[in-house]
């Protein structure tokens, strides 16, 4: 296993997660999904994420207060209502506080209904944050829309304060922007929520896009909807069910034609690397769908999927070390090299300076980028300013500001 010291923009060192198992079923119909977290833990989860460097904090999965059905009758269509709001209300208060003392929150459900109080978590620490829903479905049903009654399909219309207002969850404040959430992955998604994707405007990639683009360019332009400038808070909500059912076989509503598993892993991998990650949600790992194989299975592949966004890579570290050998660039006394906002802002090279070292600005949807190549960092920086790792590096400016480069610094080779 290889790992990297985890760079973020948000988390004080050292770099704390709070492991918070939701053993809870109630947002849907099928029996097993609670066993989800007690899986992920006992596969040995919290250990691998230790090895991560991460202190990691787990003092046991979450005990709800039991609502027997008979004083739960269906509001309208939703079922186990008064259930589902409260677990969430109380996850809600766990998740905010581990982030108001700098802690990750990795929640384990669990159904996706979850989500609700994890994303209300997260904006009471970080009130600009942007969400990231990685997912078959839309999971954004209101009371009007939904044909099953089952909230684990519209936890995202309640964190925008869409559909009619039902008193029962009127602790979940409308915090979330459309233009602040971004879906990949989707492939199930039901009329009413077309509808409401589409008045809304929010973005989403779906399988078609990311068969289009491929992964990577989907997670650059959902970031960029999203992102823009790589300074805001992420929260990431994965569904196990967005990975194709032969990646994930043990969910509760699977659908042919999902995210490979390199595919999953990148989303995560490239939401780790902005250094953005305050809060991550791993959903819908459900142990009592399949065989003992494929429940083995789609376990580990919820520990790799956690792995992944919290720091796990393929080979190494070459990101972290091109951060920290960027951070030598900015002493003082040099006016074309600042820091600014955890920022490196460089001049960027002149066209023709650009020519003598055969590359060329790239403009490209407000970013411009050009390869630089280690002559061109020795020739205006001091050689010793930098690693191996950061040879031929590619400088992307975030900015359509003319004389500035905001400096994100992207290692094409190692
Ligand atoms: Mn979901």
């Known amino acids: 296993m290889s790992s990297r010291s985890p760079v973020s923009h948000f988390l004080p060192e050292p770099k704390t997660l709070a492991i918070v198992g939701c053993p809870f079923s109630g947002g849907q119909a099928k029996l097993g999904v609670d066993r989800g977290p007690i899986h992920l833990v ?4 919290p250990e691998q994420l230790s090895e991560l460097g991460w202190k990691v904090l787990f003092d046991g999965h979450h005990q709800f207060e039991e609502i027997d059905a008979a004083s739960d009758p269906p509001i309208g269509k939703l079922k186990n209502p008064r259930l589902v709001s409260r677990v969430c209300e109380a996850i809600a208060k ?14 384990l459900g669990g159904d996706h209904s979850l989500a609700m109080g994890t994303i209300s978590g997260t904006f009471e620490q970080y009130p600009d944050a942007c969400v990231v829903w990685v997912d078959a479905h839309g999971d954004i049903n209101t009371a009007e829309t939904t044909d099953s009654g089952n909230i684990h399909g519209m936890p995202v219309s309640f964190l925008l304060g869409l559909g009619s207002k039902i008193p029962e969850f009127s602790w979940v404040k409308p915090l979330l922007k459309p233009e602040r959430l971004v879906y990949i992955g989707l492939r199930d998604v ?15 990639f779906s399988m078609h896009e990311v068969d289009k683009y491929g992964i990577g360019r989907v997670v650059e332009m959902a970031l960029d909807h999203v992102n823009p400038k790589r300074d805001r ?40 690397e902005t250094g953005c990650l305050v809060a ?14 494929e429940v083995k299975q789609t376990v580990a592949v919820g520990c ?10 393929l080979l190494g570290s070459p990101f972290a070390q091109t951060r920290a050998s960027t951070t030598l660039l900015a002493y003082p006394g040099r006016s074309h090299i600042q820091e600014k906002d955890k920022k490196l802002v460089l001049a960027p090279p002149s066209h023709s300076t650009l020519e003598k ?30 690693s191996p790792f950061a040879i031929n590096t590619t400088f992307i400016s975030t900015t359509s500001h003319p004389t500035m480069f905001n400096g994100v610094l992207t290692p094409d080779i190692v």
């Open 280 to 293: 991550l949600d791993i959903m819908e790992v459900n142990p009592s769908l399949a065989d003992e194989a």
């Open 233 to 272: 808070p992420i929260h990431l909500s994965f569904d196990v069910d967005a990975l194709d059912p032969s990646v994930a076989p043990s969910t509760g509503t699977p659908v042919r034609g999902g995210l490979t598993f390199r595919e999953g892993h990148y989303i995560c991998e490239a939401i780790y």
């Open 42 to 45: 006992q596969a040995g989860l």
């Open 94 to 107: 766990v998740v905010g506080e581990h982030a108001k003392k700098g802690q990750l929150p990795l929640t």
């Open 304 to 313: 790799s999927l956690a792995r992944s966004a919290l720091g796990e890579t």
């Open 190 to 204: 039901d009329a009413g929520e077309k509808k409401i994707l589409k008045e809304n405007g929010i973005r989403a």
């Open 357 to 386: 070292l055969g590359s060329t600005l790239v403009q490209k949807e407000g970013q411009e980028s050009f390869l630089a190549p280690q002559n061109y960092l020795t020739s205006r920086y001091p050689a010793s300013s930098f």
